[in-house]
């Protein structure tokens, strides 16, 4: 260690390079990972925050909530208790004069069931008729406020905005929850359809009807449009930036290792053992990754406070710190090239060269 920072202090421009590329690679891993999270995020918020464990559809719909429908028939013989909820999904435009259209997806709710006693409001009350709506805070962040009239598509009806709710999306759409009544009519289904889904927060809830089907709460997400490769697509992404960073963090190891072989050698001749140089490479190694990972750190966070909210961004502390785990991982993996050379140099030949 001794050996490593002494280099590190004398040889300042040298590897503060070194380290500002660390930096971009880790300010790059960052941001995508933190990217990836946030778009997974808005596709699921709504989900999340039902506190769901298994989802009943019909069992033609390709596990697609929008192609779902439930009718009073399928429904007669199975119980729905505290813990299952109907749903209703329909994708709407809600629009009001002088302010933003929005595309939303329409969630239909019984107000004596818990999704709907559950909602966490940020401001205002929960629905109490038809007429009514919550909506996700992108709404407010558009110019809608408590008490807005808005209309859904081609429907003249107006519904009024009675409350607010944090983190309320629904494939990457913020959600507007109302009645069932309501949905019926934006999805323009006849009385004998009672919701899309019913959603329980039991894993081994079962409907009694062959044309209904349980799903896993994962195995529905995985099944979102887009879900499942847009995080395909950021995994691999991400994984092919780590081995990018090990390859370039090894080459350039290797070039450093090259260029101080003769006082390696010279090390060597006065008797320093091999396993003392290896040390010093290994943990110089670590402190350029280390101090480059924390630099990368710290303009990530002020990155995410200069972005505007639109942009969706997570920052899981535990993903993340599994990604810095990685990164130093790879700074040792690419000091192993440039030891093999340490092992191997020769006193004699190298000075006498």
């Avoid at 808005?42 to 909530?65: H, Q």
């Avoid at 390696?264 to 320093?272: E, H, K, S």
């Avoid at 995410?304 to 785990?325: R, T």
Wanted: aromatic share 8%.
């Amino acid at each position: 260690m001794f050996l490593s920072l002494k280099e590190i202090k004398k040889e300042k421009f040298r590897y503060g390079l070194i380290i500002g590329m660390i930096v971009l690679i880790c300010y790059l891993i960052f941001i995508l990972t933190s990217l990836a999270m946030g778009l997974a995020q808005e596709n699921t918020d709504a989900i999340e925050s039902w506190n769901a464990k298994s989802v009943v559809l019909d069992k033609d719909s390709n596990i697609s909530l929008t192609q779902s429908l439930i009718s009073k028939n399928e429904v007669k013989n199975t119980k729905l208790t505290s813990k299952e909820a109907y749903i209703g999904q329909a994708s709407v435009v809600a629009k009001d004069a002088g302010k933003t259209k929005e595309s939303a997806q329409f969630i239909g709710l019984d107000t004596n069931q818990f999704i709907a006693k559950k909602l966490k409001l940020t401001s205002g009350h929960n629905i109490k008729n038809d007429k009514q709506i919550v909506v996700d805070e992108k709404f407010q962040n558009d110019g809608y406020k408590l008490g807005s009239k808005i209309k859904f598509n081609s429907n003249d009806t107006k519904y009024t905005i009675v409350g607010f709710v944090k983190n309320a999306k629904l494939n990457v759409a913020p959600v507007v929850y109302g009645s069932l009544t309501t949905w019926k009519d934006l999805k323009n289904v006849k009385g004998d359809f009672v919701a899309s889904a019913i959603v329980s927060k039991s894993s081994n809830y079962k409907a009694k009807n062959s044309q209904l089907k349980t799903y896993s709460t994962t195995t529905f997400i995985n099944k979102l449009p887009g879900y499942s490769a847009q995080n395909s697509t950021f995994t691999f992404m991400i994984a092919f930036l780590m081995v990018i960073s090990l390859i370039v963090i090894a080459v350039f190891l290797y070039i450093l290792t090259i260029q101080k072989i003769q006082n390696y050698a010279v090390l060597r001749a006065q008797g320093i053992p091999a396993k003392t140089l290896v040390s010093a490479t290994i943990s110089q190694s670590v402190t350029l990754v280390i101090s480059g990972l924390i630099i990368g750190i710290a303009l990530t966070a002020v990155t995410a406070m200069a972005l505007p909210a639109a942009v969706p961004m997570s920052f899981n502390v535990p993903i993340l710190s599994a990604v810095s785990i990685g990164l130093v991982f790879t700074g040792l993996l690419g000091s192993l090239i440039p030891i093999k050379i340490i092992l191997k140099v020769d006193p004699v030949s190298v000075i006498g060269g």
